[in-house]
């Protein structure tokens, strides 16, 4: 795939097209395709993975997956059979031959739009975490307003971390019992998950739900320019 943003809609899309159906991923099968993207999962062996789980469920007859974490087996099946494969050949390289930094699918304008739009949200609220987030956004538009082109995938790694840093300071506000109440409301959506993941795969997981989670308690959105795919 040509762009970096692609991987996430295009494990998206040829989901649906398995599914056949209007159902576009959940959250939390966002931060699924997050944790492939982020263990070099290559996007052709996460699709090759999904079409071997649709063809297991057709052969045995049973119900249509509803969610991308059914086809999380065969994914990292196929990720075995690529790495053995690719074995005496530089990973990394093929990794970054397939999902390139480009800047292709948003112009500037688009972006900096996107990016003024986090910034008057992060004002629109009191306290110093948020201001200190809507500095770093800040500066981040002043960047991409000085370039000719930017890197957006280097840009969408600074938004991150933005919603990270924010996400943190203010789980750290939050009352005990509320933080209590959030976590066991994330374990128990996340409960099939934790048989079929490790344990560091599913600690990210469940650590990078719980931030989504604290950012839409303050309506805030998720820090990542796939929001202007509308996807997120």
Known sequence: MKNYFNYF???????????GKNLWVSPLDWCLIELWRGNGIPLHVVLRGIDRSFESVQKRQKKT??????????IVEAFEEYN???????NEKAWRQEVPGSSGDFSKEAVLDYLRQLE????????????RAAERVLALKSEVSSRPKGD???????LA?????LAESLQQEMGAEEVKELQAEVKKEMKIYRKRLS???YKRLETNYVDRKILALHDLPEFSLL?????L
């Open 161 to 165: 971390d933005i919603g990270v840093m």
């Open 152 to 158: 957006y995938q280097e840009l969408d790694r600074d």
């Open 227 to 231: 929001a202007l795919a509308g996807r």
């Open 9 to 19: 809609t295009e494990v998206e899309e040829h989901f649906v097209r398995k599914r």
């Open 199 to 201: 344990k560091e795969m």
């Open 84 to 90: 053995q494969a690719m074995l005496g050949a530089s």
């Open 120 to 131: 008057n949200g992060l004002k629109a609220h009191q306290g110093e975490v948020f201001g």
């Open 65 to 74: 997956p509803r969610t991308l974490f059914y086809c999380h087996p065969a």
